[in-house]
């Protein structure tokens, strides 16, 4: 007869403090006529998928060592320079010890976390709202967080800035605002990360995805043209492969002074040794093939098309209820409601029985406070599922407010 | 004129902590000469390349969502439904809610760090020496280790794990001693998991490399067999793709109680999202193909020969300043010096001079106080080669005694 079973030491604590949005979508993903506009998903019809099979293939025959063996920890060097010569310019000189490549944007987030914060003791300037994946990432280490809210009058980045670990911002078509950061800001947040020393997070998933006007400079361009030489600057910027191939490699890359590779690299030793050599080769194949640079204009008439289609279909079905601003690239339209008894929470419940979903805005509020807005993803649906789902979002907004009246 | 550059914040304390040992191993694999008995790497010639190229580009091109969108947090449903049939046994039941996919053996470890340790609150029961990887992996949380010295005479496993939040074990061919843990201890180990409630981690990366005997029953069959039903005991098993097909696709898989799999998805999410697509279908079409069971008599084969030719020379050259055991399996033997004044430590300064690398006792002992022994790998050389580092070895042995003399 064993012993009686005792009872099991707890999980940490983090976990309870965990939302559970996602598993609410996962578990409405197993409704195939749920129309999803609340993820950040690509549309997979846009993917050179023949071209991807052959390069993989070639990558594996090619290069066996370096696609099935232990790779460096801070990534193929091969790749490493592509993506330092991709980024320079005429005032911004990289080098292979300003890259790191990381296993996804998402894990770009997780080692900036790992080798900058202090667990209970650190404090984060957060652009607000704040990317959910950023929270998620840095929730275990149990940061203070200080809202920087970009698009107030009164808004100084220095004394936003001070005494702050770091600062994180998405200057190109913010996660979840769609904010396009203004010239003037970039600049005077660079000017603050030099004077106050805080390190300055640019992440830049979207930065491919202008559907008007000229891209902006990067906070790392504007940083970098401060001095001469191979950058030491206080940006950390980071990029992925998700937006401008695919998601599914989890590749991702961060830039920044070689002081901070290498305490990056250092963190990636004890997360995951080093990311995977075949999707890095594919990478680094699909950059020297311009693949990136030869979807990118199906990618953007695709998408530029169906924020049209959302913004139309919210203009005529959920201008009563909601505003938002027409975002000029990205991913999302974010919408406050004018009812301020329009909860966002109450609302994804209701969302869910009507058969759409979107992203509420307490999950990208470090309090979880915010219940007032939502992110609406347009790049995953054709246009005339967008404006289906938007018709069902304006019934499942009718039926919140009817149970609050 | 901008103003002065701030000094900017530090980095979390531990990275002051961390050794330093795998950067002297990279700046060494610059010198082309240099015959590496310090890792734990395989044989890139045991791979099957060509059928793993033909492979990658199957998977790409027959699922193309699976392999190159966003997936699963957990993982692909099928990778995670094979493994459960793997590993289950008529006395073991297993289903997909008992499996996560992780991105490397390496993730695995972090991943349960990041559920089970408070920062700075925590004790891990470890058995003694301990993989180094382990140790980096759970740095940053500053755990308190209790080491287990499992071949003590008066070892108590409850002792041991009582009031420890989990255990960790590698009961095959540990990591970096080479020992094979055997049945009596293994049961002992798990009765202990199960009368004090502790989490039992079996890490096990070497359980296919049996050069002689039948495998023993894992901590996971023992635990399993407890109690009928879809397993919910004490043990979190690990496993790896790395050993027995890759270690390129950094695919790796832990199978534990459904609560233990929910809080490592959540864990999961906010550390890379999902593990690569590509990597995982890859290794479901591998498994499917029985790809790792047709080229594991070669493996064992090589490695065979490998370890004879190491303990060979060993005895031949290295007899009278060191002792050691024959391991039965793995990819190590670990090797004690008989005169207290040869610090490993020193030594290693001197084998690298003399074109030769070992792993140094001190990077497997959580306090780095052990500077008695060296970890020896020998699947990574053929057996002149090894038979050569050996040589080289001695050298530098009679150099690090000289010294101190």
């Known amino acids: 007869m064993p012993a009686p079973e005792a009872s099991r030491p707890g999980f940490a604590r983090w976990l309870s403090q965990s939302n559970d949005v996602t598993s609410v979508f996962l578990a409405a993903g197993q409704n195939p006529d749920l129309i999803n506009l609340a ?107 200080r809202p920087m809210r970009l698009e107030d009058a009164g808004f100084d980045p220095v004394t936003a800035l001070a005494g702050a670990q770091f600062a994180y911002t998405v200057p190109n078509f913010s996660n979840p605002s769609g904010r396009l950061v203004p010239l003037a800001q970039r600049q005077a947040l660079v000017d603050a990360a030099h004077e106050t020393g805080t390190w300055l997070i640019e992440d830049d998933p979207y930065g491919v995805l202008y559907y008007e006007g000229a891209p902006l400079p990067r906070l790392l361009d504007l940083s970098g043209a401060r001095k001469p030489g191979t950058y030491d600057g206080p940006v950390v910027y980071m990029g992925t492969l998700s937006k401008e191939l695919t998601p599914g490699l989890r590749i991702g890359w961060i830039i920044a002074a070689p002081e901070m590779i290498a305490a990056l690299a250092a963190a990636k030793q ?46 005529e079905h959920l201008g009563e209820y909601l505003d938002w601003q027409h975002p000029s690239g990205g991913m999302f339209v974010w919408a406050r409601a004018r009812d301020p008894r329009l909860d966002t929470d109450r609302l994804l419940a209701h969302a869910l029985a009507h058969g759409v979903c979107i992203s509420p805005s307490s999950v990208f509020d470090p309090e979880g406070l915010d219940r007032g807005a939502m992110r609406i993803n347009f790049t995953l649906n054709a246009p005339e599922r967008l404006a289906e789902g938007v018709r069902r979002l304006a019934s499942a907004i009718q039926a919140t407010l009817a149970e609050r009246s």
């Open 39 to 145: 993820g950040g998903l690509p549309e997979p019809a846009l993917w050179p998928v023949d071209e991807l099979a052959e390069l993989a293939a070639e990558a594996v025959r090619n290069h066996p060592v370096e696609t099935l063996a232990y790779g460096p920890i801070p990534g193929l060097p091969a790749l490493r320079d592509l993506i330092a010569a991709r980024f320079s310019t005429p005032t911004l000189r990289l080098g292979r010890e300003n890259v790191l490549i990381a296993t996804s944007g998402m894990q770009a987030l997780e080692l900036v976390g790992k080798v900058l914060l202090e667990p209970g003791a650190t404090t984060i300037a957060a652009q607000s709202p704040a990317y959910l994946g950023a929270l998620d990432a840095w929730r275990p280490r149990d940061p203070e967080y």
């Open 270 to 315: 004890g997360s995951d040794m080093c990311s995977s050599g075949l999707g890095q080769m594919i990478a680094l194949r699909a950059f020297e093939r311009d693949i990136p640079g030869r979807i990118l204009p199906d990618i953007l008439a695709t998408y530029r098309a169906r924020r049209d289609a959302l913004c139309a279909a919210m203009h």
